[in-house]
Nanobody
Framework: QVQLVESGGGLVQPGGSLRLSCAAS????????MHWYRQAPGKQRDLVAH???????NHADSVKGRFTISRDNTKNTVSLQLNSLKPEDTAVYYC?????????????WGQGAQVTVSS
């Protein structure tokens, strides 16, 4: 069974920083693309950032220049550095990854980490 466990959420003032991490565990052959999504109350879940197994990244326009996605393939982790935070960044942040397991390729999701930006 594959699991993604997130950590690092919390309350931060506008302009502050946080770092979210997501660690994969369980039985799998490989991890391809990894993502961070976020969902604010009453809104749909939106893609924030994406990173390939080779390290190529893409960030949503709303976070470009402020957030940075990274991964450590030796530790099976993906992180999201959040800088210059704004109140509109308040949301539950989810990591997502595509795994190759013995019975095929599947998407898995983390449990979510609350990020609240408020003074």
């Amino acid at each position: 069974q594959v699991q993604l466990v997130e950590s690092g959420g919390g309350l931060v003032q506008p302009g502050g920083s946080l770092r979210l991490s997501c660690a994969a565990s369980g039985r799998f052959f490989s991890i391809s693309d990894m993502h961070w999504y976020r969902q604010a109350p009453g809104k749909q879940r939106d893609l924030v950032a994406h990173i390939t197994s080779g390290g190529s990244t893409n960030h949503a326009d709303s976070v470009k220049g402020r957030f940075t996605i990274s991964r450590d393939n030796t530790k099976n982790t993906v992180s999201l550095q959040l800088n210059s935070l704004k109140p509109e960044d308040t949301a539950v942040y989810y990591c997502n990854a595509q795994f190759l397991v013995e019975y095929g390729g599947f998407d898995y999701w983390g449990q979510g980490a609350q990020v609240t930006v408020s003074s």
